[in-house]
């Protein structure tokens, strides 16, 4: 058992004498007798009594042991983060202790290296969404489609947020999470053949909030949906897929107001979920609204270019209840592999990365519908991710897959009723064409297999 | 060894000056068209036109100007830029509320197997045991720390964490058909408190504190009403002591139907040693990155899990992991639950920091029971120390404790008298600190002090560490009797000096003109 502690038994009495007391236990007298624990916590709880180090890398190895990780399978699930390829300059550079373990640049003297490295990494969100001002990162990307939210609530006051369903649903249900408090409503437009269907926008919108490419992997018509928005007097919230951002049209280009999305597949690992980041774009009106912390450039007492948090005003330790949000840190290692990343793939290597997984994502797309029993959810463009409708129980398809050693994607009926056998794809530019090949032999086989089974049960019940 | 330049600034001495200097350069400076380090891998499907795939109106026109650089020259820019950065692996960090204790190395190392690093978030649940595992194992042990029996790991943060607090709260009063506007916030709060209040959709009631810095109680009774939703406290508090009249401040919270919050920034204080669900609070959060020792990064990323009593447990964010009894004498199955029709819905994507959880997961397995309380008992010890000895060698002269008792793990002193005696501000004494290699401690926070100066030195620093810190505050109070202009004008040896932070948000220039 070791607490990292370094105070001898000798430190110790020479720092009670020090202090005037006898023991220790004399620095908590002001905590209730009552509620004083006399024998600790329990160590026969999930606690534990203390282990040496060899001893916890070997549980925590057996715990990863009993996970299938993407390593471990031919995987195509995707559904918001994804299998990409990280590179190995990026681990080198974020273990170091410089970079991994300060706090928040409070002192900028001593931050230059983080602070420098937001600054770069908000120019390259700029660049990629096509706005002018980006934060140095959220949370990650669904709540940053919450806080978009917020900061049209705040800014137009208006009741209610027109959210298409092409949107994440996780963003989704976040969004409405926050809304409560907010007191905003939160209505769903449609999609129709895999593209966003808005209502009648009235007065009382808010903000039009959409995703490209959407939840189904389809490349929407941003410009048409912004435009919506502006005529309405809303705000356009886009959340994006930041590696398709190298083909499509930007955000900005397209007239959104706020660009926010999930940063994953910006050099960052799957983890089950997290530590990622999500990245916040606005135009130049929306800047004071911002949440979250901001780089900005300066000069030193010698003229001396450097680099400060900036715009602190709108931030909760100095306005406190009238912060544009709660948020009091940014990603800012995630955010570093992010603007690591970017700058690995560089200008020709983003289209030219973007290319091939939109090949081989066409090539899938081709061969997986030429399969008895699987079509397209929508005839859309995609990039890297499509939606397929199978003929057949989906759960019972993925199973069948998984036995071959196969994840062939995510099942859509949780959160697509319509869509109870429907089955998300991704294609990164780890999967190969034999890859894919075998993802078509072995879906192949298992939709077959199943549609066998109800085919043989209709049989039965006829 | 001097920390003051004979005269001029250090640039200004510099031999070199007159040669060009690239060491300040951005990565999108250092582009150059032509150079790059990304291969792509050969394309094995047909060659299809882009534009048949994409049509052109979807089309950008151009490629993003990202940085055209090879590989050796990001990995040279990056290392560069990490030598501008001050860290706690290096250097003493005292810095108040924020718990800068060591960060052990094996976590780095149990985080990065490719079972837990390369697990996709949607991966089936009998085919990530080990993570849903782990993840139930942690919401039992912060449970036990916390004394209360239900956990949700999701938040993202602490902020995050007090934003689930004030939704659940919101929760549990609506489900019963109360609706209620105000929640309260000591003088002393984080700044974050008053923020998520606002954005749960509450109006903010300050509450004053007492002569010992503790919550006032006349003003706590006065204040608190049937339309009080929430009382959000820090205990101890950011004055660092601990809130003695805790048993009656729960006792007027809950007889008006309140629920009580547990600001967990300061955890570290007590672990082991008394847990806020014997206190009477509802729901606590706790900063993984602070008292469970999840790597700063620089601002991020960490966690804020939180910990609920029964009453608010049905509330609880979505999904939760869950243990479900094995059939046939199979063993456990961990599960993710989504069947919970009072929650208050997601507050993130997937199921939280997992990452931050394994490596949270590994301190509390290395430390156990006896370790954590270790722990806590240390950083008391530490922080008591610490003031005793700046008291001893006459610092209280000029740098006053705020509430003169012992402290917790942190304590707040005054630099009012030095900047009335001595003509500088707390500022400036943290800054001439950075010309002694160490990391300042918090400054200008909590707000009720004047001029002050949060200092929290944590269990895993050296006794040696903590005189060498009281050595330099001499010192530098010894530099500016005799001469203030020295630290006023600090620093002196960091790569850049002071920044003039009021042109930066004047005229904003927060990206790189390209």
Known sequence: ?462 | MSHLPENGSASERSPKSNLSDSEGLTIFERSKPGRRAFIAPALDVPDYEVDELLPAEHRRREPPRLPEVSEPEIVRHFNRLSKRNFDLDTGFYPLGSCTMKHNPKLHERVAAMPGHAKLHPLQHPGRAQGALELMWNLQQALGQVAGLPHVSLQPSAGSHGELAGVLLTRAYHEDRGEQRTKVLTPDTAHGTNPATVTMGGYEVVKVGIDARGNVDLDDLRAKADTDVACLMLTNPSTLGLFETGIDEIARIVHDVGATLYYDGANLNAIMGICRPGDMGFDIVHFNLHKTFTQPHGGGGPGAGPIAVSERIEPYLPRPQVVRRDGANGDGPFFDLDYERPKSIGRLRGFQGNYGVFVRSYAYIRSLGAAGLREVSEIAVLNANYLLAKLREAGVAEYLPAAYDRVCMHEFVLSGAPMKRELGIRTLDLAKRMLDFGIHPPTVYFPLVVDEALMIEPTETETKETLDRFVEIVVEILREAREDPDIALNAPYTTPVRRLDEAAAARRPVIRQAL
């Not at chain 1, 009106?285 to 270019?305: C, F, N, Q, S, Y």
């Not at chain 1, 090949?359 to 061969?367: D, E, H, L």
Request: proline fraction near 4%; charged fraction near 25%; include cysteine.
């Open chain 1, 1 to 462: 058992m070791s607490s990292y502690v370094s105070a001898t038994a000798e430190d110790r009495r020479e720092m009670l004498a020090k202090i005037g007391v006898n023991s220790i236990e004399d620095l908590f007298a002001d905590i209730p007798a009552r509620l004083r624990l006399e024998a600790g916590l329990d160590g026969e709880s999930a606690v534990g009594s203390g282990l040496s180090e060899q001893e916890v890398y070997e549980e925590l190895r057996a715990l990863a042991a009993r996970n299938i990780s993407a390593e471990d399978e031919l995987s195509f699930l995707g559904a918001g983060m994804y299998d990409h390829y990280v590179p190995a300059l990026i681990d080198s550079i974020i273990e170091r202790s410089e970079f991994l373990t300060p706090y928040t640049p409070y002192q900028p003297e001593i931050s230059q290296g983080g602070l420098q490295a937001m600054f770069e990494y908000q120019t390259a969100i700029s660049e990629l969404t096509g706005l002018p001002v980006s934060n140095a990162s959220v949370y990650e990307g669904p709540s940053a489609v919450g806080a978009a939210g917020y900061v049209a609530k705040v800014s137009n006051g208006r009741s209610r947020f027109v959210v298409s369903r092409g949107v994440h649903p996780h963003s989704r249900e976040t969004l409405r999470t926050l809304a409560r408090g907010w007191g905003t409503e939160v209505v769903e437009a449609p999609l129709h053949d895999g593209a966003t269907v808005l209502p009648e926008l009235g007065k009382d919108v808010s903000a039009v909030i959409v995703q490209q490419p959407n939840f189904l992997g389809a490349v929407e018509d941003l410009t048409g949906l912004a435009d919506s928005a502006r005529d309405a007097g809303a705000l356009a919230i886009c959340a994006c897929d930041p590696l398709p951002l190298a083909l499509l049209k930007s955000p900005g280009e397209c007239g959104v107001d706020i660009a926010v999305g999930e940063g994953q597949t910006l050099g960052n690992r799957l983890d089950f979920g997290g530590p990622s980041f999500g990245f916040f774009a606005a135009t130049e009106a929306l800047l004071r609204r911002m949440p979250g912390r901001i780089a900005g450039e300066t000069r030193d007492v010698d003229g001396k270019r450097g680099f400060v948090l900036t715009l602190q005003t709108r931030e909760q330790h100095i306005r406190r209840e009238k912060a544009t949000s709660n948020i009091c840190t940014s990603q800012a290692l995630n955010a570093l592999a992010g603007v690591i990343y970017l700058s690995w793939l560089g200008r020709r290597g983003i289209v030219e990365l973007g290319e091939l997984m939109l090949k081989r994502t066409a090539y899938a797309r081709g061969r997986l519908t030429s399969i008895e029993g699987v079509s397209l959810l929508h005839e859309r463009p995609v990039v890297r991710e499509l939606a397929l409708a199978l003929d057949a129980p989906v759960a019972g398809v993925i199973d069948r897959c998984l036995t071959a050693g196969v994840n062939p994607g995510y099942a859509l009926g949780r959160d697509y009723p319509e869509h109870q056998d429907g089955l998300l794809v991704a294609i990164t530019e780890r999967r190969t064409r034999a890859d894919i090949d075998r993802l078509c032999d072995v879906l192949g086989a298992a939709v077959a297999a199943e549609r066998s089974l109800s085919v043989g049960a209709a049989g039965v019940r006829a």
